[in-house]
T-cell receptor, first 114, second 111 residues
């Protein structure tokens, strides 16, 4: 496998439930990003990891959102007490080296909150 | 905060013509600007990167320009093909590690 993978691809949940998504980046990539994308919009930055350190977090990210990247490999994004407004595609991307290098995106996890 | 503007209306062109997509930004110029292609239901795919001190970058049928005076980047696809039909996103990089993506322009190339 040479690409970024995300799991699950689709998630349907009821409002108020917690959900967790997983991202497996390309193995040698030290940078990992999470984005959220809604229909007709571009990806919206959520957070960034360099290795295991979370170096950047969007002010748009409420306290209900948390992300981890233990050991600098895979990453998880958890949303607590989901709201209907959280319904979106959640994209993970990874890159290697300097900050301007191309990002490799995964297929995304589509979240639907009922 | 930075505002990235791409034409929200779809661009419809005939096969073989040159497609030109626009990305405008406000405030100060980014250090780098990337262009991505996104197909429905899939993650974006990187196409080109241009630096603040570069005026133009080319890759095969693709060309990107960067005008810091106009605060604008143009993305050109020459000899367009129906397979080029997709949404194209610009993504300037401002502070250290945060990319701001535009909302994208949908390109339709008709045979």
């Amino acid at each position: 496998d040479t690409g970024v993978s995300q799991d699950p691809r689709h998630k349907i949940t009821k409002r108020g439930q917690n959900v967790t998504f997983r991202c497996d980046p390309i193995s040698e990539h030290n940078r990992l990003y999470w984005y959220r994308q809604t229909l007709g919009q571009g990806p919206e930055f959520l957070t960034y990891f360099q290795n295991e350190a979370q170096l950047e977090k969007s002010r748009l990210l409420s306290d209900r959102f948390s992300a981890e990247r233990p050991k600098g490999s895979f990453s998880t994004l958890e949303i607590q007490r989901t709201e209907q407004g959280d319904s979106a595609m959640y994209l993970c991307a990874s890159s290697f080296g300097w900050e301007g290098n191309e990002q490799f995106f995964g297929p995304g996890t589509r979240l639907t909150v009922l | 905060s930075q505002k990235i503007e791409q034409n929200s209306e779809a661009l419809n062109i005939q096969e073989g013509k040159t497609a030109t997509l626009t990305c405008n930004y406000t405030n100060y110029s980014p250090a780098y600007l990337q262009w991505y292609r996104q197909d429905p239901g899939r993650g974006p795919v990187f196409l080109l990167l241009i630096r603040e001190n570069e005026k133009e970058k080319r890759k095969e049928r693709l060309k990107v320009t960067f005008d810091t005076t106009l605060k604008q980047s143009l993305f050109h696809i020459t000899a367009s093909q129906p397979a080029d039909s997709a949404t194209y996103l610009c993504a300037p990089l401002y502070n250290f590690n945060k990319f701001y993506f535009g909302s994208g322009t949908k390109l339709n190339v008709k045979p």
